[in-house]
């Protein structure tokens, strides 16, 4: 490990785990992102909600820094990510992320999807990497998967198998990009069991959804995104049950 990253250090002890501050995303002229504050407390649970193209997936992107804010702060463990001169690197490593679609490594087997970026990213010898592989299957239940191929398993398996990778890297929060999204409708609900284990284990989480019976029974708060701004937020039973925004409602309506 270079010695930067070893400096970095989290110095939030009692503070939000994320904390984002005025966050602004431009693609040219498209400004995407218009003034995000949001905070994200050690062991909270937050699901982003919002129409396509609200700015949900930018959202996350420039928590882990796969995109650059255009403006503002982001902080995680009370690290500034967005410093310029933080190891982007070793911020990522800190931070697992689950997508839409799992993008698993098609040639090696589950073990080794799960071991590869230990060993390369953490430099983790075989057998240790082996022995948080084999514990991460476990917690997802795909303990007899560990020899398959990715394209042996069914999608809601290979979305297991893409959580049990990030968990592997010992992250201290977790982001969920529509995680469900591309699963046929009878595989959503294994996914959002293990996502269930990880929040009642106290996983730090930010999750895209439009699971709306996952929302009201396992977020902490609910945040509704229109237009790149922060519509409203609030525990799930307000936000979905009795939102406060016309826009809110809207949305709603076309979804549920
Ligand atoms: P959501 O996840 O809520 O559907 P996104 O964050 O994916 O929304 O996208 C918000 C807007 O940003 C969209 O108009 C999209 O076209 C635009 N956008 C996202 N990523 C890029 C990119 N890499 N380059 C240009 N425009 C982008
Ligand atoms: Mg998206």
């Known amino acids: 490990m270079s010695q930067k990253a070893e400096t970095v250090e989290s110095t939030g002890a009692g503070g939000p785990e994320i904390e984002i501050r005025g966050l602004h995303k431009s693609f040219g002229d498209n400004e995407v992102l218009r003034g995000i504050d949001l905070e994200v407390a050690r062991g909270e649970v937050v699901c982003v909600i919002g129409p396509s193209g609200s700015g949900k997936s930018t959202l996350l992107r ?11 702060q982001v902080f995680v463990g009370g690290t500034e990510v967005t410093d310029l001169d933080v190891d982007i690197d070793a911020v990522r490593r800190r931070i697992g992320m689950v997508f839409q679609q799992f993008n698993l490594f098609p040639h090696v087997n589950v073990t080794e999807n799960l ?20 514990e991460n299957l476990e917690r997802v239940g795909l303990s007899d998967k560990a020899d398959a191929y990715p394209a042996q398993l069914s999608g809601g398996q290979q979305q297991r198998v893409a959580i049990a990778r990030a968990l592997s890297m010992g992250p201290e929060v977790m982001l969920f990009d529509e995680p469900t999204s591309a699963l046929d409708p009878e595989l959503v609900g294994e996914v959002l069991a293990v996502m269930r284990l990880l929040a009642a284990e106290g996983m730090t989480m930010m999750v895209v959804t439009h699971e709306m019976s996952f929302a009201r029974e396992v977020a902490d708060r609910v ?34």
């Open 223 to 256: 945040v509704f995104m229109d237009g790149g701004v922060i519509v409203e937020q609030g525990p799930a039973a307000q936000v979905v049950g009795a939102p406060q925004h016309e826009r809110t409602r809207n949305f709603l309506t076309r979804i549920l």
């Open 115 to 134: 071991t590869l970026p230990q060993r390369r990213v953490l430099r983790r010898n075989k057998s240790r990497a082996a022995a948080v592989a084999r």
């Open 62 to 72: 420039c928590v882990n820094l796969l995109e650059e804010p255009s403006a503002g």
